[in-house]
Every structure is written in C-alpha cells, then in structure tokens.
T-cell receptor, first 111, second 116 residues
Framework: GENVEQHPSTLSVQEGDSAVIKCTYS??????FPWYKQELGKGPQLIID?????GEKKDQRIAVTLNKTAKHFSLHITETQPEDSAVYFC??????????FGKGTLLTVNP | NAGVMQNPRHLVRRRGQEARLRCSPM?????VYWYRQLPEEGLKFMVY????????ESGMPKERFSAEFPKEGPSILRIQQVVRGDSAAYFC??????????????FGPGTRLLVL
C-alpha cells in the first residue's frame, strides 16, 4: 500500500518568514495530493490540493509543488502569521478515494 | 452551508461498553469516510460508505467495529466492547457524488473517545 513520509515533524519560524513542509510518497498510482491544517481540538481543514497533471498550484500565501518523478510534494507558506500555527498534514490518494496521511508537522509561528 | 457534523464531540466509556459515533455529511454529499487518529499520529483510513452500501472497510479492525450509512439519517460508527486501545479521535469526512476520479474530502470536528 501507499506510504507517506512527512518532514519535519516540528517547525518553528518567525512571523513573516516562509515555512516549507515536504512529503514523499511510495505509490506511483497516487495522483491526488491534498494538504490539511488541523488546529487543536478541531478537525482537519483542507487548505490546498494538487492533482498529478500539474506541477504547482498557488492560493495567496500558500503554494504546493509536485515532482512526480521523484514522488515528492511540498507545501510553502509565505509571510507567515501567528494564526498559521497549527499541525499540517499532507496526504496522497489514487483515483479512487482512499487517502494516506503523513504524520503531521507542528508549525509554530513566533510573533 | 453546514459542514460535516459529528456527535458527540467527546465520549467517555468504560471497558466493555459500546460506543456509537454519528456523522452527518455535508448537504449534497453522498460519500462518507471514517478515519481514526491516535495521539501525535496522522489519520488512518477505516471505512468508506455510500448510502446503504459499504464500499471499502479494509481499514476496519476485524472484530468489534462496524459502520453503516442508512438511507435516512447519519452514518454510524459502532465499537462494541471497547478497550483502552480504542481511545482516539475519530473523524468523519464526506465528499459529493463523483462522476469519476477523486473528489475532495471535507472533515468534521471529530469525536474524541476516551475508554477508562
């Protein structure tokens, strides 16, 4: 089955700096890669996703890049703000429905 | 638009009791997924259901766990004879009817189950 590795497990940045979280996956059949943000005590909230027919997608301060050859994808957050502090999860899915999640990255943005 | 609803938000059970977790998908969504999250872990797929059908339960433990999504009413995840190892956060997600390919899954707030 699919295996998703996520790094780093914790990330601390200063407000205004950029944050990058990286994930690798094992199954070449995976073609859908969402990123979720989870705040304490809440459910995961989709922040951006990318499908395998594109290499990059951007939404305001958030961008995701995908390298299918290397089987890795990354989340980039620019101009970080304290409210960006949360746990971020990457996931990989195939053409069906099953998502395999990474173990998460705790992002702390220091004012 | 109401999002995915889950209740209860917190549930405490003693070992051997039954736990029933409910999930109401977003309006217009006919696909429901259940995931389990252990402390400091990612979410693990448990089961995928459509109305009155279990499509994939490959992530469900073989015993004590069952799920349903009836024609009317919420989806139910049922855990019989709970043990301490069942303590976790259980999340439900829903997606709209698809015409092919994956659709985005939207998650509810979760039910935190604590087994004493």
């Amino acid at each position: 089955g699919e295996n998703v590795e996520q790094h780093p497990s914790t990330l601390s940045v200063q407000e205004g700096d950029s944050a990058v979280i990286k994930c690798t996956y094992s199954d070449s059949a995976s073609n859908y890669f969402p990123w979720y943000k989870q705040e304490l005590g809440k459910g995961p909230q989709l922040i951006i996703d990318i499908r395998s027919n594109v290499g990059e997608k951007k939404d305001q301060r958030i961008a995701v890049t995908l390298n299918k050859t290397a089987k890795h994808f990354s989340l980039h957050i620019t101009e970080t703000q304290p409210e960006d502090s949360a746990v971020y999860f990457c996931a990989a899915g195939d053409s069906n429905y099953k998502l395999t999640f990474g173990k998460g990255t705790l992002l702390t943005v220091n004012p | 638009n109401a999002g995915v609803m889950q209740n209860p938000r917190h549930l405490v059970r003693r070992r051997g009791q039954e736990a029933r977790l409910r999930c109401s998908p977003m309006k217009g969504h006919s696909h429901v997924y259940w995931y389990r999250q252990l402390p400091e872990e990612g979410l693990k797929f448990m089961v995928y259901l459509q109305k009155e059908n279990i499509i994939d339960e490959s992530g469900m433990p073989k015993e004590r766990f069952s799920a349903e999504f009836p024609k009317e009413g919420p989806s139910i995840l049922r855990i019989q004879q709970v043990v301490r190892g069942d303590s976790a956060a259980y999340f439900c997600a829903s997606s709209p009817r698809t015409s092919g390919g994956k659709e985005t899954q939207y998650f509810g707030p979760g039910t935190r189950l604590l087994v004493l």
